[in-house]
């Protein structure tokens, strides 16, 4: 089998797709918490903490000088970004709590025996009308 066709049946397989699927809808799940976090959630801790806004906190390492840009560690940014870390790890631990106990329903239901073949039917009677010979 050639390379391309490996390639070919590795890219239009369903998992590759649904891989696809995920990423691009966690990306954009993850701007929603992002937007989220900045602009519902920080705002009244923000204003329970006296009118802070944890995007502007930072703490300046160097002064801007000229055309030079401050250097600045901006902690509060860091904070938001925890906060959409632990929303977004939360969503998904309850979204597979979810699929795993619809696994575990699924995989109590036990399956009906099957039915007996046409075989196994006249092995029965023949093996019945026997015992009652006797």
């Not at 039915?115 to 196994?120: D, M």
């Amino acid at each position: 089998m050639s390379m391309l066709t490996e390639f070919k049946e590795f890219a239009v397989k369903g998992n590759v797709v649904d891989m696809a699927v995920g990423i691009i809808i966690g990306g954009a799940f993850g701007k929603i918490v992002s937007s989220f976090v900045a602009d519902v959630v920080m705002p009244p801790i923000g204003m329970a903490l006296g009118g802070v806004d944890f995007s502007d906190l930072a703490i300046v390492l160097k002064a801007a000088e000229g055309q030079t840009a401050a250097v600045m560690l901006n902690y509060g940014k860091f904070i938001m970004t925890i906060i959409d870390f632990t929303i977004i790890a939360f969503v998904i631990f309850m979204a597979i709590k979810g699929m795993n106990s619809l696994k575990k329903q699924e995989a109590a239901a036990p399956a009906a025996p099957p039915k007996p073949s046409a075989e196994q039917l006249l092995l029965t009677e023949i093996r019945d009308a026997l015992r009652g010979k006797k």
